[in-house]
């Protein structure tokens, strides 16, 4: 599984997954034609040149050379210092197996890495199971919005992650089964990797027992420390380097 920034060749698949996404998770309060319209509007003609915009992030999850998911957010404030993540979405199809986490965590990532010291995430009061999964992973209701989405208004939920002071900091910790292992990948352990950060995995959800190392450009376990602290993925190659050298040696 890659997870990449969109490209103008993504936008079909986007618009698809955006449709196909609504139309499972919302229609309990979104009617079709509502949800058509919300379409139109947002991933329209126009939404091939959005790509261009330097303060607008687009990610997709690619497997097997397909898209099966996005996430859409914005950098926005004087000196765009709130990244706002507005919308993820994953294929109905899709869905489970840690995905929309990983998804969550690339894009708040970047996010961090572009200019945020703030990330909000939205997500529509009448979505249950939206509301569990940001509650769920590090963020707290902070407020309320009014959005308009084809010719009605809805409320949405506005959560907050503030204060970042390290990524120590963060909570969001997936259940995950690789290899026929289940092991507990905790994403605010995470360190720099050549491709893509390596988060510390554990073998019992309360993180008393360490297994080792999540490779998060590939979703594999298969890697080795050496006792300099440098991590190689043996699955795709993905490398950190050493972060510490002894004094004596230089």
Not at 93 to 98: E, L, P, S, T, Y
Not at 106 to 113: S, Y
Not at 186 to 193: I, K, L, N, P
């Amino acid at each position: 599984m890659e997870i990449r920034e969109a490209t103008e060749s993504d936008v079909d698949a986007i618009r698809s997954i955006a449709h196909d996404s609504l139309a499972s998770t919302y229609t309990d309060f979104l009617d079709e034609e509502t949800i058509d319209t919300a379409i139109d509007q947002w991933y329209g003609d126009g939404f091939a040149d959005d790509l261009a915009d330097d303060h607008l992030l687009i990610l997709v999850v690619e497997r097997d050379g397909e898209i099966i998911g996005f996430s859409q957010s914005e950098l926005v404030g004087q000196q765009y210092e709130t990244g706002q993540l507005q919308w993820l979405h994953i294929d109905p199809d899709d869905r489970g197996g840690g995905t929309g986490v990983r998804l969550l965590v690339r894009t708040r990532e970047k996010l961090l890495e572009e200019s945020a010291d703030q990330v909000q995430c939205f997500v529509l009061e009448d979505n249950e199971g939206g509301n569990e999964f940001y509650a769920a992973h590090g963020f707290e209701q902070a407020g309320q919005r009014e959005v308009e989405i084809g010719d009605e208004t809805f409320t949405e939920n506005v959560y907050v992650e503030s204060e970042i002071e390290s990524d120590d900091d963060w909570n969001a910790i997936d259940e995950l089964e690789l290899d026929d292992e289940t092991v507990y990948v905790s994403y605010g352990e995470a360190v720099r990797g050549s491709q893509a950060p390596f988060y510390s995995a554990y073998e019992t959800e309360d993180q008393s027992s360490r297994y080792g190392w999540f490779c998060g450009h590939c979703d594999s376990i298969d890697n080795a420390m050496d006792s300099m602290g440098r991590i190689e993925c043996n699955a795709c190659g993905n490398r950190r380097k050493a972060t510490r050298w002894d004094s004596s040696y230089l």
